[in-house]
């Protein structure tokens, strides 16, 4: 593991943007999901994510700027910036104010995914009955005419 300082971002789940370290989106937002749910815990992140490691979860608690943060550890011990700093597998952590927007945005967005996708299969089967009405309509129009040229032909006779 490295020591983390805010000018050295770790190279897992962290990319520069601008000049900033953001986290992946996707792993951002199991990651918020996760801790959301009540599996808070270290281990439980492990546990289910292992593609985050220590210095990821380090740096998204505590090396980007505050307002930035998306979680924060619950009760965190001292440590000093020229020492390692671990996680235990009880430390627990919580959403930011930032990690409960970006959820929120998420979960809204998932929702009008799910909608969407609604929608479209309402209108393809929509276009089916459409279809069935078009067909029927010009059966029964090809009926009326059939039914008219005969009361036609019976009525010279």
């Not at 998306?70 to 952590?93: A, M, V």
């Amino acid at each position: 593991l490295h020591i983390l300082t805010p000018s050295r971002p770790p190279r897992g789940l962290f990319y520069l943007q601008k000049g900033r370290s953001v986290m992946d989106t996707r792993t951002a937002q199991k990651l918020l999901r996760l801790i959301a749910s009540g599996a808070d815990t270290y281990a439980d992140i492990q546990k289910a994510l292992p593609e985050i490691d220590h210095s990821d979860l380090y740096f998204a608690a505590f090396c980007l700027p505050r307002e930035d943060r998306l979680l924060q550890e619950i009760n965190p011990r001292g440590r000093s910036r020229d020492e390692e700093y671990t996680f235990q597998p009880d430390d627990r952590f919580t959403l930011t104010d930032k990690g409960k927007n970006l959820l929120s945005e998420a979960n809204e967005k998932e929702y009008l995914r799910k909608l969407a996708a609604k929608n479209i299969a309402l209108a393809k089967q929509s276009v089916c009955y459409a279809r069935c009405s078009a067909i029927a309509a010009i059966i029964g129009t090809i009926i009326g005419i059939g039914l008219a040229i005969l009361q036609i032909c019976t009525s010279r006779g």
